[in-house]
């Protein structure tokens, strides 16, 4: 129970400097007259779906359907939201539900218990319909803002893209274990990327039906 009452605390101290990050940014790129809208992109891809497993999210999941909703419509692509519960004990499944009654692209499945992210991923990419995935964690540090940049990298030629944490909210332990589990990967995998464990990532649909994650799989 204490430790329940801990974790909530963590998460509300963890959520609500980005809240005001996505609001500042916001404001200054958005505009509703698309012609004033800087950095309009426009992509190929037919349908992006993007999934999104989560635990325990209630509160970012309004704001980030909100905000992954308006840069599809800026960037005019039919998409889908596909949020994978897994297993939450808070309101995050009511949340979903009626996100899902009121936007017809929202779409969700639940586990009745945690089975952890990569298992939540792995379902929801069997569910998906888009030509393009992309993976976002629920607790808004990745910022959807940046899908029509990934799309771009996609259009390429490249069959995934990272992206990475610029701007880090986590307490210092965190920030440091993570840079050290970042330098160990480049060092064993020879990949040279900045951060392995984002949850930001796009995939052509085809490459996604062909890999199997388990167990922190999720990570590579
Ligand atoms: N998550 C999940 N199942 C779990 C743990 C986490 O679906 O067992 C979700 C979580 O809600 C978030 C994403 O996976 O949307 C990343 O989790 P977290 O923020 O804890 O990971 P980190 O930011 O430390 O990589
Ligand atoms: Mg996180």
């Not at 999934?51 to 419509?73: A, M, Q």
Request: hydrophobic share 30%; charged share 35%; aromatic share 10%.
């Amino acid at each position: 129970m204490e430790q329940e009452n801990k974790n909530t605390q963590n998460q509300q101290e963890r959520k609500n400097p980005r809240r005001f990050y996505y609001t500042k940014h916001y404001k200054k790129n958005y505009s509703k007259n698309p012609e004033e809208r800087t950095n309009v992109i426009r992509t190929k891809f037919k349908k992006i779906s993007v999934v999104i497993p989560l635990l325990d999210e209630e509160e970012s999941l309004t704001p980030l359907t909100h905000e992954i909703i308006k840069v599809c419509k800026g960037i005019n692509v039919d998409y889908e939201i596909i949020f994978v519960d897994d297993g939450s004990k808070d309101k995050s499944l009511e949340v979903i539900r009626s996100l899902a009654q009121r936007f017809h692209k929202v779409r969700y499945l639940s586990f009745r218990k945690n089975y952890g992210k990569s298992a939540a991923l792995h379902v929801g990419f069997k569910h998906i319909s888009g030509d393009v995935v992309i993976t976002m964690d629920a607790d808004l540090q990745d910022d959807p803002n940046e899908i029509p940049n990934l799309l771009k990298k996609l259009e390429e030629g490249f069959d995934l893209v990272s992206g990475w944490k610029k701007k880090r909210y986590d307490p210092f332990i965190k920030r440091n274990t993570s840079k050290f589990f970042n330098f160990i990967t480049r060092v064993m995998t020879g990949i040279k990327l900045h951060d392995f464990n984002c949850g930001l990532k796009a995939y052509r649909s085809e490459v996604v039906k062909d890999i199997k994650i388990y167990g922190e799989l999720h990570r590579y």
